[in-house]
């Protein structure tokens, strides 16, 4: 049983690094290769919507491909290359958007949503720019995707001791932060043991 426990615990902590020098006790890094590679795994998505705009009736299609996010320091930012095609005119654009990152201490959660992330769509008249709308798609990266943070799973580990005895050690984290850096996201914690509860 004591093994069973000691290893349960360990398990708990997969993925978190752990450092005994000054500083954090557990650190959690999700990299900006890691965003990217969710949005190639959503890949191209198309649309399509009706315009009538100044007695011009018609449809107009898009395609948003090449999607990425980039991290640097205390920002994210979200951009995918549009192709437009009203009628006969094309044309090509950028999508633009921010990206809110959080982390949820309740729920031990690291959060990566985008915001509205949007490209407009026009077409020309006799050589004269005619705004048709805006195509927000951020909507197509949601719902948001989420990583675990750098708590342990259970609050808890009970120890099993020389004589049929056991004692519970109470783990407790502190001092959570997260910060965007170049290229990558880092949520750190220190971790207090002790035997006792923790006041609630």
Same mark, same amino acid.
């Given at each position: 049983?004591?093994?069973? &426990? %000691?290893?349960?615990?360990?398990?708990?902590?997969?993925?978190? +690094?752990?450092?005994?020098?000054?500083?954090?006790?557990?650190?959690?890094?999700? #990299? +900006?290769?890691?965003?990217?590679?969710?949005?190639?795994?959503?890949?191209?998505?198309?649309?399509?919507?009706?315009?009538?705009?100044?007695?011009?009736?018609?449809?107009?299609?898009?395609?948003?491909?090449?999607? #990425?996010?980039?991290? $640097?320091?205390?920002?994210?930012?979200?951009?995918?290359?549009?192709?437009?095609?009203?009628?006969?005119?094309? *044309?090509?654009?950028?999508?633009?958007? =921010?990206?809110? !990152?959080? *982390?949820?201490?309740?729920?031990?959660? !690291?959060?990566? $949503?985008?915001?509205?992330?949007?490209?407009?769509?026009?077409?020309?008249?006799?050589?004269?720019? %005619?705004?048709?709308?805006?195509? =927000?798609?951020? $909507?197509? *990266?949601?719902?948001?995707?989420?990583?675990?943070?750098?708590?342990?799973?259970?609050?808890?580990?009970?120890?099993?001791?020389?004589? =049929?005895?056991?004692? &519970?050690?109470? !783990? &407790?984290?502190?001092?959570?932060?997260? #910060?965007?850096?170049?290229?990558? %996201?880092?949520?750190?914690?220190?971790?207090?043991?002790?035997?006792?509860?923790?006041?609630?």
């Amino acid at each position: 049983m004591h093994k069973k &426990t %000691i290893v349960l615990f360990a398990l708990s902590f997969i993925f978190v +690094q752990f450092s005994h020098a000054q500083g954090p006790d557990a650190v959690v890094v999700v #990299r +900006q290769s890691t965003l990217n590679g969710f949005l190639d795994a959503v890949g191209p998505v198309s649309g399509k919507a009706p315009y009538d705009v100044l007695g011009l009736k018609g449809e107009y299609t898009w395609t948003v491909k090449n999607a #990425r996010i980039q991290l $640097k320091p205390n920002a994210a930012d979200f951009s995918a290359d549009a192709s437009v095609k009203v009628g006969p005119f094309e *044309y090509g654009s950028v999508a633009h958007g =921010d990206v809110e !990152i959080k *982390y949820h201490q309740e729920s031990n959660r !690291i959060s990566v $949503k985008v915001l509205k992330a949007s490209f407009e769509v026009y077409t020309k008249f006799f050589g004269k720019k %005619i705004h048709l709308g805006d195509v =927000d798609i951020s $909507k197509f *990266y949601r719902p948001e995707f989420e990583f675990a943070g750098p708590q342990p799973v259970q609050p808890s580990v009970l120890v099993s001791l020389p004589g =049929d005895q056991s004692k &519970t050690v109470y !783990i &407790t984290p502190f001092n959570q932060n997260l #910060r965007v850096e170049q290229d990558q %996201i880092v949520v750190t914690s220190n971790l207090k043991f002790s035997d006792q509860p923790p006041p609630k």
